[in-house]
């Protein structure tokens, strides 16, 4: 758990980042299905941008499915987490995230919660306080993105309050 405070033009979150080591086999389709039974979707296969963005109407998941990547969490001052094939990250609307370097080929596979569809913004501070409004109100999941765990709605109400 990785609480992330605001850091304009970054909106950031009040609810933390989740992070869940060696939770899915290191498979594409795998991990696609796993966030499938979970109630999350719009999945993708890419990698990780290597520039600070951020998503105001969607929580996004991001399941490693091969290589390692160093993420930047929070901006440029943000925290640094080091990713490996079978982790999981549970990134909260608003909060920056940035591929610092990777090692090997790297595969991630994102989805959202509900199939929820995502903007991706890169931290303009014209538009800081509707991006903030808009990351502040996503509703948080009825679901862990990963079977078996059940971290996410405990923790994020609680945040939230």
Not at 100 to 107: A, S
């Amino acid at each position: 758990m990785l609480p992330i405070p605001a850091a304009p033009p970054f909106p950031n979150s009040r609810l933390p980042v989740l992070l869940y080591r060696a939770a899915v086999l290191a498979d594409a389709c795998g991990i696609e299905r796993a966030f499938a039974v979970c109630g999350w979707s719009n999945a993708w296969r890419n990698g990780i941008y290597p520039f600070h963005h951020f998503h105001s109407i969607a929580h996004e998941v991001l399941g490693i499915a091969a290589g390692r990547v160093v993420v930047r969490l929070g901006g440029p001052a943000g925290k640094e987490v080091e990713l490996a094939a079978g982790d999981v990250v549970v990134i909260p609307a608003g909060v920056a995230h940035c591929n610092l370097r990777e090692d090997g080929p790297l595969l991630v596979v994102g989805a959202y919660p509900g199939g929820a569809r995502f903007d991706t913004l890169r931290g303009d501070p014209d538009a800081f306080q509707a991006a903030a409004s808009r990351a502040a109100a996503v509703a948080i999941p009825d679901r862990d993105p990963v079977p078996g765990h059940d971290a996410l709605r405990r923790l994020w109400t609680a945040a939230g309050v």
